[in-house]
């Protein structure tokens, strides 16, 4: 079977090992890009050009030109959108168990600047730590994506794989389903939740003091 050289979707949620697939992917020979991070590509910027594209109801977006694969937000928020334009693309849902998947949400972005793409997610919920009712909307979310996305590829199984990179570690399923050959490097073992640092909740909020950063949309706390 020859590699599958058309586009690929990462539609796994945030925190669920993204960062090692799109590691795992360019390793595989793909131009990928994971997320909207200024800088990560030309126009880039935070998801905000994106989110204003999307909400006018275009879908197209101008990375579909730049790039092979695509990890992280927005694709996996329209991964339904995605099929419609891209019914022969390959889909590739990151998991983990969700226990660990929301205490790491909640470390990982505890005291960390709010992004447009976790607004236009998650709206008064975008930070995870800041109230039981947050956790709650993101574990929801998380479920209810999850469920979804097994219930559409359920009779499309040619196109769908599904796997946790925190428990895997290894090429060799990732590999048989884009028919491409293993790697001779080792399984990449990207940006594992690290505890936070003391410095970030004063940084944060000197850059909010100086104008640099916006606080939390209106209803939740920025902690």
Same mark, same amino acid.
């Given at each position: @079977?020859?590699?599958?050289?058309?586009?690929?979707?990462?539609? &796994?949620?945030?925190?669920? %090992?993204?960062?090692?697939?799109?590691?795992?992917?360019?390793?595989?020979?793909?131009?990928?890009?994971? &997320?909207?991070?200024?800088?990560?590509?030309?126009?880039?910027?935070?998801?905000?050009?994106?989110?204003?594209?999307?909400?006018? %109801?275009?879908?197209?977006? #101008?990375?579909?030109? @730049?790039?092979?694969?695509?990890?992280?937000?927005?694709?996996? =928020?329209?991964? =339904?959108?995605?099929?419609? @334009?891209?019914?022969?693309?390959?889909?590739?849902?990151?998991?983990?168990?969700?226990?660990? !998947?929301?205490?790491?949400?909640?470390?990982? *972005?505890?005291?960390?600047?709010?992004?447009?793409?976790?607004? +236009? @997610?998650?709206?008064? $919920?975008?930070? #995870?730590?800041?109230? /039981?009712?947050? =956790?709650?909307? !993101?574990?929801?979310?998380?479920?209810? $994506?999850?469920?979804?996305?097994?219930?559409?590829?359920?009779? =499309?199984?040619?196109? *769908?794989?599904?796997?946790?990179?925190?428990?895997?570690?290894?090429?060799?399923?990732?590999?048989?389903?884009? &028919?491409?050959?293993? #790697?001779?490097?080792?399984?990449? $073992?990207?940006? #594992?939740?690290? /505890?936070?640092?003391?410095?970030? /909740?004063? +940084?944060?909020?000197?850059?909010?003091?100086? &104008?640099?950063?916006?606080?939390?949309?209106?209803?939740?706390?920025?902690?």
């Amino acid at each position: @079977m020859a590699q599958h050289d058309g586009k690929i979707f990462c539609i &796994g949620f945030y925190k669920t %090992g993204t960062t090692t697939l799109y590691d795992a992917l360019r390793a595989l020979g793909y131009h990928t890009v994971n &997320g909207d991070t200024p800088g990560s590509y030309p126009g880039a910027d935070d998801g905000e050009t994106l989110i204003k594209q999307i909400d006018a %109801g275009d879908y197209r977006l #101008p990375t579909f030109e @730049m790039f092979d694969a695509f990890s992280d937000n927005p694709y996996f =928020r329209i991964w =339904r959108h995605l099929y419609g @334009m891209f019914p022969e693309a390959k889909y590739i849902l990151t998991v983990r168990d969700e226990d660990r !998947w929301i205490e790491s949400c909640v470390k990982f *972005y505890r005291h960390r600047r709010i992004r447009p793409m976790r607004v +236009w @997610m998650f709206g008064p $919920h975008a930070n #995870p730590a800041s109230s /039981p009712e947050s =956790r709650q909307a !993101w574990l929801d979310a998380y479920r209810a $994506h999850n469920a979804a996305v097994r219930e559409f590829f359920a009779t =499309r199984p040619q196109q *769908y794989f599904e796997f946790d990179p925190t428990r895997e570690g290894g090429w060799d399923r990732l590999c048989a389903f884009l &028919g491409a050959p293993v #790697p001779s490097q080792p399984w990449p $073992h990207a940006n #594992p939740t690290k /505890p936070d640092q003391p410095w970030r /909740p004063a +940084w944060r909020k000197l850059r909010q003091a100086l &104008g640099l950063e916006e606080r939390a949309p209106d209803g939740a706390r920025d902690d």
